[in-house]
C-alpha cells in the first residue's frame, strides 16, 4: 500500500510542478488530470512487473511502459491530440519521474 501511496505523490508532484511551470493555476482538477491517468498506468503495470522487487529490470519495464500509456491515456482524457506535440510531455513525464520511482524502489 505504502508503495501505491508514495507512486500517487510522485505524479502529484509532476502535475503540480508542471502547472506551476507554465504558470497556471493548481487546481484538484487539473492535477487530477495530469496525475491520475499515469498513476492508472503505472498501478495497472505494477500488478504485472512489481518494479520494486526483483531485478532492476522490472522498474525499466513498468517506466518504459507505463508512462507512455497514462500520456496516451490522459491526452484521451482531456481531449488533446497525440501527435509529435506530445512527445515534449511525455519525455519530461519520464525524466521527472524515473528517479523518484528509483528512490521509491530504494525505500521499499
Known sequence: MAKRVWEAGVFVL???VGTL???RAVTFVGVLETAL???LAWALLARWRDPYEG???HLFLVWGLALPLGVLLRSWI???EVSLATLPFLLIAMAFT???M???RKLA
Open 14 to 16: 509532476f502535475a503540480v
Open 98 to 100: 524515473l528517479p523518484l
Open 21 to 23: 511551470s507554465h504558470g
Open 37 to 39: 491517468p499515469l498513476w
Open 102 to 104: 528509483a528512490l521509491g
Open 78 to 80: 482531456v481531449g488533446s
Open 55 to 57: 531485478p532492476l529490470v
